[in-house]
């Protein structure tokens, strides 16, 4: 690796700052940085092949010139994996090869911070954090963006297969900058993830059989987004054509949609999936990515013959699961097109060139559809054992994906009627009718109706709370819960026991996503000055219930509770529906404080009842005191 060191030296040599805080940093201990090697997202995430994922990290040809963004997201992941898999020297060098390109790279800068940190390399760590530390007090819009977007792109590699969103959040607010940046090419990388992102949501949605008003709002807005990416003036030609690509099959995805509805273009209002497919070939038809997914729509439009090339010429350049898995689909529907192929040596040798493809991508990256598409491959080939190996090791796969488990439990019942096991193929057609159950619960829960006012579960992981100017040192007469103020993932239970029996719960706190962090360190600090039992969003909810059913528990069970009133969470939908579970309570008891953190307008419903206006995020000292009494 040819890493060019001294192009680093730039950041380096900056007058060194005499202040050793600032107001967005806490440095006092070096894995209190935000970086890779700090994220709560990614310490929880085992990865089983590191050298699966370094040679798939390495492969990615990207060019810096061209995709800035991706090519520094891509590498800080490759160092990452580098750096967790032991290879400590090469993860250094990686980083130290980013800031070769980027000098004011701020993961680059404080996970090299981190890493001296852990090996008390004192000298070096305070290097790194002070030209940190330098580089955020300067209002870089660019910088912020590809920090924010390199975060979301690590998590999302991890949870890609998962039905989880918990990046989602800071695709929003690199996308919302993106909209106040006009002048650079690189925003259309921006634009896109987000937009990426909406797809995904729209088509884990259709795919498990939501109805068409309730993944509307995501058609809408990621085909908004996707046209964004296309009019970016200078924007990368691949992007152009995979958001054109993305739009056809967003088009795919429910019968009956249409672009009229979304788009104001006239050009462009009244084009088809199919229209919008060709256009993607039009503007770049050599790029390895734009090969590949344009061959899976040729696929469901039976153009096999065109799809067969397109996906050989982009594995010609490119080893990639999602080519590997679409050719061995492709090679499904041709063998079951009764039309295509009637020669049964030729069926069978299609279906040994799908069992090869889908062998390939489970090499590259193990997902519950993979397994089962070849386990299905096995039994038509009169392979039954095989597979139903292939089936267990589906249902039993970490990675969960867009592909309809309940199949697997089908296609694994119709293998096990074929070697005369009835009885078992029955135990699995009760686990596909259980599993589509769970599916069809689980696909929109009511908790979609009280989405955050940015459009996904707030997660609190990139609030940014250093825009309401709070006060984060301790001033005479005021306490303040961000003294003490720690890394944001939620509180760790204390298990502390109630002070009125009657509860399960002292308090619930009622938020909204833009307060997340604050309310994050209020609980922590009630929960630690008063040793009461607050009731946490998420933390303390019932995985199998929805999100309505949680919420109408917590508040039932909880003795007070505290409504966080700011200009954001009095037009949150969520906070709004918490209210109105609290107000019900209230018929029959006194149990709603109300806490102005930020100047807003109080509800009607609670605007007689007395409140605390906090000063700068601050308690005066008798209002903190009430607390544990109120």
Request: hydrophobic share 35%; aromatic share 10%.
């Amino acid at each position: 690796m040819d890493i060019q060191l001294t192009s680093c030296e730039k950041w380096r040599t900056c007058p060194t700052s005499t202040t050793e805080t600032s107001p967005q940093l806490n440095t006092s201990n070096g894995e209190e940085l935000s970086c890779h090697l700090t994220w709560t997202d990614l310490k929880k995430i085992k990865i089983k092949h590191f050298e699966t994922e370094i040679q798939l990290l390495s492969s990615r040809n990207v060019n810096y010139n061209e995709l800035p963004t991706y090519y520094l997201s891509i590498n800080n992941l490759l160092a990452y994996v580098l750096y967790t898999a032991g290879q400590t020297q090469l993860s250094v060098s990686v980083w130290e090869e980013i800031l070769a390109r980027d000098s004011g790279n701020y993961n680059a800068i404080s996970n090299l911070a981190v890493i001296y940190f852990r090996q008390s390399k004192l000298s070096k760590y305070r290097e790194y954090r002070n030209a940190l530390m330098r580089i955020m007090q300067v209002d870089d819009t660019k910088a912020k963006v590809r920090a924010m977007i390199d975060k979301a792109h690590a998590i999302r590699h991890f949870q890609q297969d998962k039905r989880d969103f918990t990046y989602m959040d800071i695709l929003i607010k690199s996308a919302e900058l993106a909209e106040s940046v006009t002048c650079i090419p690189e925003r259309a990388e921006w634009l896109f993830d987000y937009a990426l992102a909406l797809y995904r949501k729209d088509a884990q949605l259709t795919s498990t059989g939501a109805k068409p008003s309730e993944t509307y709002h995501y058609f809408k807005n990621a085909v908004s987004y996707f046209n964004k990416v296309i009019r970016v003036q200078n924007g990368p030609l691949n992007y152009k054509a995979l958001s054109w690509i993305f739009m056809s099959i967003l088009l795919r995805h429910v019968k009956g949609r249409t672009l009229c509805e979304v788009v104001d273009d006239e050009d462009m209002r009244n084009m088809t999936a199919q229209d919008c497919l060709e256009q993607a070939l039009k503007v770049n038809s050599d790029d390895r990515i734009v090969q590949r997914r344009a061959a899976s729509e040729y696929m469901y439009l039976k153009r096999y013959s065109e799809a067969l090339c397109l996906l050989d010429d982009s594995l010609k350049q490119e080893e990639s699961w999602f080519a590997y898995r679409y050719r061995g689909l492709l090679r499904l529907e041709m063998f079951k097109d009764k039309d295509y192929i009637t020669d049964t040596v030729q069926k069978r040798q299609i279906l040994l060139d799908a069992k090869n493809d889908f062998e390939q991508a489970i090499n590259l990256k193990e997902v519950h559809a993979d397994h089962s598409d070849l386990g299905y491959t096995l039994y038509l080939l009169g392979d039954y054992n095989l597979a139903i190996n292939q089936f267990v090791a589906a249902v039993n796969c970490e990675q969960n994906d867009n592909f309809d488990p309940s199949i697997t439990y089908c296609r694994w019942a119709e293998c096990l009627y074929a070697i005369d096991e009835p009885e078992g193929a029955l135990r699995q057609l009760h686990l596909h009718k259980q599993t589509r159950s769970q599916l069809n619960r689980s696909t929109i829960t009511l908790a979609e109706a009280f989405q955050s006012s940015r459009c996904e579960r707030c997660n609190g992981i990139d609030c940014d709370i250093s825009q309401f100017k709070f006060c984060l040192s301790y001033v005479p007469g005021y306490v303040n819960v961000l003294s003490e103020m720690t890394l944001p993932s939620p509180p760790i239970s204390h298990q502390n026991q109630t002070l009125n029996k009657t509860y399960k719960y002292d308090f619930f706190v009622s938020f909204c996503h833009d307060d997340y962090k604050w309310c994050l360190e209020l609980i922590r600090k009630l929960e630690k000055d008063f040793k009461i039992r607050c009731c946490v969003r998420y933390r303390d909810y019932d995985a199998d219930e929805s999100m309505a059913a949680d919420v109408t528990n917590a508040i039932q069970n909880s003795f007070k509770i505290i409504t966080i009133i700011s200009p954001e969470s009095v037009k949150d939908k969520l906070w709004q529906f918490e209210l109105m579970k609290s107000m019900e309570q209230m018929i029959t008891r006194s149990c709603i404080a109300p806490i102005i953190l930020r100047q807003a307008c109080v509800p009607r419903e609670i605007e007689h009842l007395s409140n605390i206006r906090l000063f700068r995020g601050q308690f005066l000292k008798e209002d903190w005191s009430r607390q544990k009494g109120s």
